[in-house]
């Protein structure tokens, strides 16, 4: 199980500057144990949300619209390439820093705006992940995702 056909990348980086307000795109930031520079998120188990770039596409699917733009979704990160939930309970290199996820990521309420009647249940599974932050270090666009090695895991 700790085998992967290869490590993910950061596609996309969001910021909320505080809460409610539209996520802003960024090519890189500052990961801190309170969570990405700029975005209105604290120190804990919800520091940083992750989601699977190529659940968007089974999103807008479920949700019968075209596409979902990440910013949309309210997550500070979208990675492609890498089954993120096969991550879980194990620390994960992203570029500098290293995380945990805590628990999946839920829809919020606003998705079923956001997305029209029924976008609640589409993110239903889809979400992605919360995590916390072990290792605070800068992250930015094409990074590597990887499950952490040895190295890592002495923290």
């Known amino acids: 199980m ?3 056909a290869g490590a993910g990348r950061v596609a996309w ?9 539209d996520l802003v795109s960024v090519e890189a930031a500052e990961l801190t144990e309170a969570g990405l520079k700029g975005d209105h998120a604290r120190k ?8 699977q770039a190529e659940h968007l596409a089974v999103i807008a699917a479920l949700a019968g619209i075209g596409e979902v733009p990440p910013e949309v979704l309210r997550r500070n990160l979208v990675v492609s390439g ?12 992203i570029g500098e820093a290293l995380i945990e996820f ?15 009647h029924g976008g609640y249940n589409a993110m239903r599974g889809h979400g992605g992940w919360c995590a916390r932050v072990l290792d605070p270090g800068r992250i930015a666009v094409g990074d590597s995702v990887a499950r952490a090695g040895p190295r890592d895991q002495a923290l």
Not at 44 to 51: E, N, Q
Not at 82 to 93: E, S, Y
Not at 102 to 116: F, Q, Y
């Open 102 to 116: 805590t628990a999946p990521c839920a829809p919020c309420s606003r998705m079923e705006a956001a997305l029209g």
């Open 82 to 93: 890498l089954n993120l939930t096969a991550l879980r309970n194990h620390p994960v290199r």
């Open 13 to 21: 980086i969001g910021l909320r500057p505080e809460r409610l307000a």
């Open 44 to 51: 804990g188990k919800r520091a940083l949300t992750l989601i």
């Open 2 to 4: 700790a085998r992967h």
